[in-house]
């Protein structure tokens, strides 16, 4: 009888790797409306959907959050990152549950739509306090700045809620075929 680890090999390694793909996707960017639309809070959803609230919130959080070290964000800014990114895919797997063999294309798709909001939530919540606490703006000038930034957040948030139910509908099948999904749990 094999005793299964909680950390095994295929766990990490794929971990790793989609926390690469997200710090990959990170930099496809364009500005909008005084922040940027990127296409990484979408691999940060089906990191959850594929690898659970523990492990695709990790490489949610880890791809992110390197990222942001590696864009000279600085290590708060980083750890904000990795920590909002993480509560993301945490909240779209509980949610979905996916990775209790749940396969419920509604759950999917509302794990999807309030992981993205609450990501959008804590990036609200993010410039609101590094605005008037950190950089000491007046309340009016951070109103107007958090406004800025809403719309983009939001163009990114539907964006994920769209394209991390199709992404995962599409490549379930081919990790479960290969054998894959079974090595994670």
């Known amino acids: 009888m094999e005793k299964k680890n909680s950390f095994n090999t295929y766990r990490i390694v794929f971990t790793g790797v989609m926390a690469a793909v997200v710090f990959v996707v990170t930099f496809f960017r364009f500005p909008l409306l005084g922040s940027k639309v990127h296409f990484a809070n979408a691999m ?23 990222y942001d070290l590696i864009g000279g964000y600085g290590l708060d800014e980083a750890a904000v990152t990795l920590v909002s990114k993480f509560c993301m895919a945490f909240i779209c797997a509980l949610i979905a549950g996916t990775h209790k063999g ?8 509302l794990g999807g739509v309030i992981g993205a909001l609450s990501y959008v939530a804590l990036y609200m919540l993010k410039t609101f306090v590094y605005q008037h606490y950190v950089y000491g703006y007046p309340l009016d000038a951070v109103w107007i700045t958090m406004g800025g930034k809403l719309p983009a957040s939001l163009i990114n948030a539907v964006f994920a809620m769209i394209v991390a139910p199709i992404f995962y509908t599409a490549l379930r099948p081919i990790l479960e075929q290969a054998g894959i999904l079974e090595k994670l749990k």
């Open 44 to 66: 940060c959803l089906l990191s959850g959907l594929l690898f659970g609230p523990v492990y695709g919130g990790l490489a949610a959080g880890i791809g992110s959050g390197l």
């Open 102 to 109: 749940h396969d419920n294309k509604a759950r999917i798709i």
